[in-house]
């Protein structure tokens, strides 16, 4: 029997490249270990526990080439080892602070065993590679891996040079291919950033879609007649597909989202501000508390007042709230068909770290979504972007305008009096490259290891991810310092190749840290016609 319409779960994953092995420790590597252990992990649970069970379902996911890179890396794998283990040590001393408590130890509890089953699935199920696991889902049916540019790059506003598009987006499909073994059909844009003519980059590349938010889709030229609900088709070929508002409402709104609910878990109360013990304080970076994920609160209300947390509880506001979502999804399909001469398709894209970072519960969200779509209906089943272009390949023909689902749904967030700065930076290191390509085709030895190397410090300059640090205000100094030393970096290492006199130690301390792409070729950045 053939569905009323289509749902499309999409989720964004996505960090920074950040690895330090000139330090012990270092603070900002626990965002990749944090993610693994609240987003990836659990995730990659309910997916195989969906598959295990039988249930058709289809998600499409995109793994960064950020994440990938710091996924695969051996020095990250080791630490977060390190990283679990120190956890378990700090909850034996809580089992022992809080056992007679019978509002806490049973909190504590709860993350003692979820900690262990962590641990026991990365070293022992994972073998500390978690990418074969979401390999493995992808050649199974279930998930739709897709791509994103190299280094999370703006495009947009890196398009003053499009060699950097081309760099950012053939490093993105040749590591994705690399380490996930096929070559991706779709891309996150970063940001969801679009801008006109890199359509026609995207074919080049054999990419055949892209999301957008609403807006990027209802302002298109010509204005798409069946609003976000069927994808268009742009000037370069490949199909955009526009963000359901109202679908991402219920889960985004500070007000109406259900992340918001009171049984719900409290990021914010943390242990390693709340207790002072010397177990709790030994997670403490350089004595600075910090979060350390053991979090026993629930958000309760508005005031400071928290009360004890209660999995079960919580895990029960979970399938209320799934059962919720999917009903207001049949109602929603029921009124698009009435309108729309083929089943119409739902796009709810999303940041993965918004399951299980930011909302604890939101992995088993999504398990007992998909529960509910495979079981208690038949208007509404899930669908990835390739297969319905597949299905439904006759697509409006249109050109979205320049956009971004960013606050004002421009460039505001990633140009403005934070970070502006940067910009002139990138767009001269992208000018010196392509120089330096031009000069050298056909470099080898020490002369091809220095280029690579330059090529590599662009990428991560270019990261979109400091310039949203810096006007968020968040870990600001950390990201201004990584913007600087990848842009040193280049230009030392340009001064080299053009001054042909080579540092060696240098060479080697810089290509130890920054690790990312080992299969680049500098001549990504060979000069390009304007878009």
């Known amino acids: ?146 791509t994103c540019a190299a280094t999370h790059g703006y495009l947009p506003l890196l398009s003053v040079n499009p060699e950097s598009l081309y760099a950012q987006l053939s490093m993105a499909v040749r590591t994705h291919q690399r380490i996930l073994g096929r070559r991706p059909r779709g891309i996150w844009l970063p940001e969801c950033g679009y801008t006109p003519g890199v359509d026609r980059l995207l074919k080049e590349f054999g990419i055949d879609f892209f999301i957008l938010d609403s807006h990027g889709l209802l302002n298109a030229d010509p204005r798409p007649k069946y609003g976000v609900h069927r994808p268009i088709r742009t000037p370069g070929g490949p199909a955009a597909f526009g963000r359901d508002y109202e679908s991402s409402k219920q889960v985004w709104s500070a007000d109406e989202g ?106 088993q969200w999504i398990d007992f979504l998909l529960r509910k779509i495979a079981f208690d209906q038949n208007d509404v089943k899930t669908i990835t972007p390739s297969e319905y272009i597949d299905r439904f390949g006759d697509l409006q023909p249109a050109s979205p305008p320049e956009c971004s689902w960013g606050a004002g749904g421009f460039h505001e967030v990633w140009l403005n009096g934070a970070n502006d700065w940067i910009y002139p930076y990138l767009h001269d290191g992208a000018k010196r490259m392509s120089g330096l390509v031009r000069r050298f085709q056909h470099a080898d030895g020490r002369l091809r290891w220095v280029l690579d190397q330059a090529s590599r410090e662009l990428l991560l300059a270019q990261s979109s991810d400091w310039a949203f640090i810096m006007k968020t205000g968040t870990s600001v100094d950390y990201a201004v310092r990584r913007f600087k030393t990848h842009i040193h970096r280049f230009d030392r290492l340009a001064n080299m190749i053009e001054r042909d006199n080579y540092d060696e130690g240098y060479l080697n301390a810089i290509a130890s840290r920054d690790t990312i792409f080992p299969d680049i070729d500098y001549r990504v950045f060979q000069a390009r016609p304007h878009l």
């Not at 069970?53 to 695969?72: A, D, K, N, Q």
Request: aromatic share 14%.
């Open 258 to 363: 259900y992340p918001g609910d009171p049984a719900y878990r409290d990021f914010y109360r943390d242990a390693g501000f709340d207790v002072h013990e010397p177990h709790i304080e030994a997670l403490h970076h350089a004595g600075v508390p910090t979060f350390t994920g053991l979090k026993y609160h629930r958000i309760t209300g508005k005031t400071d007042w928290k009360e004890p947390y209660h999995p079960g509880w919580a895990r029960e506001r979970a399938a209320e709230h799934a059962g919720h979502f999917m009903f207001n999804r049949q109602r929603q399909v029921e009124w698009l068909t009435s309108i729309l001469d083929r089943p119409p398709v739902i796009v709810a894209p999303y940041d993965a770290e918004l399951f299980g970072h930011w909302w604890f519960e939101g992995p």
């Open 1 to 146: 029997m053939n569905p009323k319409g289509y749902f499309a779960l999409i989720l964004h994953a996505h960090l920074p490249f950040v690895r330090h092995p000139e330090h012990e420790r270092f603070l900002e590597e626990d965002w990749f270990f944090e993610a693994l252990t609240e987003t990836y992990l659990p995730l990659l649970d309910v997916f195989e526990g969906l598959a295990k069970s039988g249930i058709h379902f289809r998600v499409t996911m995109s793994l960064t080439p950020p994440l990938l890179s710091m996924m695969t890396d051996p020095l990250l794998q080791s630490r977060y080892v390190r990283y679990l283990d120190e956890r378990l040590q700090a909850l034996e001393g809580e089992r022992r602070r809080t056992a007679g408590d019978p509002y806490f130890h049973p909190v504590v509890e709860f993350y003692t065993h979820h900690y262990e089953r962590l641990r026991q699935r990365f070293v022992e199920q994972d073998r500390h590679d978690v990418t074969q696991a979401f390999r493995r889902l992808m050649e199974a049916g279930h998930l739709e891996l897709i």
